[in-house]
T-cell receptor
């Protein structure tokens, strides 16, 4: 069964460093998403991406964040200068379409720890 | 924006017991999903159920969209059912494709 994959599973970085989290969405899906979950809290939307551009972003997704689809399979989230409060689990998701019948499938997550 | 409330926040069951988890939402939705977050933090899709009833083994879910709630039923619970159950919705009102998550129900099934 097709699935969303994410690498790495765990990333440890120093405050101020840049990190890139990688995702491979399901191959025939057209909509891509990043969510994050701070330990013990609910999952929060960061950004959605369709047709090679951002569709929507939350207020969390400030200038320190960027997304890219560098080739036909990968979807990346970059954090330019990490802060302690960026420590969280980051989930990538994809869906075949938007609107109705828009089931989103989630990857296993990348646990980011900022020291 | 749309509000999603889940109850109960915490639930402890003896293995073999049945349970019902509830998700209330404040406005019309075009997508509702139930997830199980396992102890490793992974979000497992359980149901995509904007309306109606679905069953998958010991789990079933019902969404009554007109009354703005969804229920997740777990029958004959097992210790492996432990974890956090999240309801997430996508709203017509917001005209966006993002999922809004509830705060979850933390389930512990004791042997």
């Amino acid at each position: 069964e097709p699935e969303v994959t994410q690498t790495p599973s765990h990333q440890v970085t120093q405050m101020g460093q840049e990190v890139i989290l990688r995702c491979v969405p399901i191959s025939n899906h057209l909509y891509f998403y990043w969510y994050r979950q701070i330990l013990g809290q609910k999952v929060e939307f960061l950004v959605s991406f369709y047709n090679n551009e951002i569709s929507e972003k939350s207020e969390i997704f400030d200038d320190q964040f960027s997304v890219e689809r560098p080739d036909g399979s990968n979807f990346t989230l970059k954090i330019r200068s990490t802060k302690l409060e960026d420590s969280a689990m980051y989930f990538c998701a994809s869906s075949e379409s938007g609107g109705e019948d828009n089931e989103q499938f989630f990857g296993p997550g990348t646990r980011l720890t900022v020291l | 924006g749309i509000q999603v409330e889940q109850s109960p926040p915490d639930l402890i069951l003896q293995e073999g017991a049945n349970s019902t988890l509830r998700c209330n939402f404040s406005d019309s939705v075009n997508n509702l999903q139930w997830f199980h977050q396992n102890p490793w933090g992974q979000l497992i899709n359980l149901f995509y159920i904007p309306s109606g009833t679905k069953q998958n083994g010991r789990l079933s879910a019902t969404t009554v969209a007109t009354e703005r709630y969804s229920l997740l039923y777990i029958s004959s619970s097992q210790t492996t059912d432990s974890g956090v159950y999240f309801c997430a919705v996508e709203s017509w009102v917001d005209s966006s494709y993002k999922l809004i998550f509830g705060s979850g129900t933390r389930l512990l099934v004791r042997p």
